[in-house]
């Protein structure tokens, strides 16, 4: 009986492989598509909540979206990338991503921290001990709605690359299933 069944499961894994695999890409696509729109969102909260609360430069911004990360526009385009990455399933991409994201951010990241240290001394120092540099901390981002605000009129300075990446993305994986179609 138990070699029957193992026969059984060992044949449905060979039979049910390429519908597996659909529904694990389609899992993929879904996670990333989402990882993408919340990267957008996350970028659009800090930009909106940055220009409304800095006065034009001469204010330190600590709250909102500025309260979970020192960075959160360029974390919100880590997420976006991310979000590519996982809907293109290829692992190899990640690091290329990473790489190029770590040689263009890290350096513009301590560029600003000077200015930002020049400009606001002591209260910027103190800012950076209470908040995380590149990566937020889990329990804020599970009270992310306390932190993050969106308006409408946010959205329109987001809008062009927003639906840039997804028709980028989208027609990425229309390529893809012409190519895997093609081959078969």
Not at 58 to 71: S, T
Not at 166 to 178: G, K, M, N, R, S
């Amino acid at each position: 009986m138990f070699l029957g069944l193992g026969a059984v499961i060992m044949l449905s894994n060979f039979v049910f492989l390429h519908q597996r695999q659909a529904v694990l890409a389609g899992l993929l696509n879904a996670a990333g598509m989402g990882l993408i729109l919340f990267g957008f969102l996350f970028r659009i909260s800090a930009r909106g909540y940055k220009e409304e609360k800095s006065s034009n430069g001469n204010a330190l911004v600590k709250d909102g979206p500025y309260a979970i990360i020192r960075n959160p526009m360029y974390f919100g385009t880590f997420i976006i990338g991310t979000g590519v990455v996982v809907m293109l399933l290829e692992l190899w991409f990640f690091f290329l991503f990473s790489a190029v994201f770590l040689l263009i951010y890290i350096p513009q990241i301590k560029k600003e921290e000077r200015a930002l240290l020049e400009r606001f001394g002591h209260e910027y120092k103190e800012y950076c001990k209470m908040t995380p540099k590149y990566f937020p901390r889990i329990d804020y981002l599970l009270r992310l709605n306390k932190y993050a605000a969106l308006k409408s009129f946010w959205i329109k300075k987001e809008i062009v690359s927003m639906l840039t990446t997804v028709t980028a993305v989208i027609l990425i994986e229309i390529w893809e299933y012409i190519r895997f179609f093609w081959h078969k």
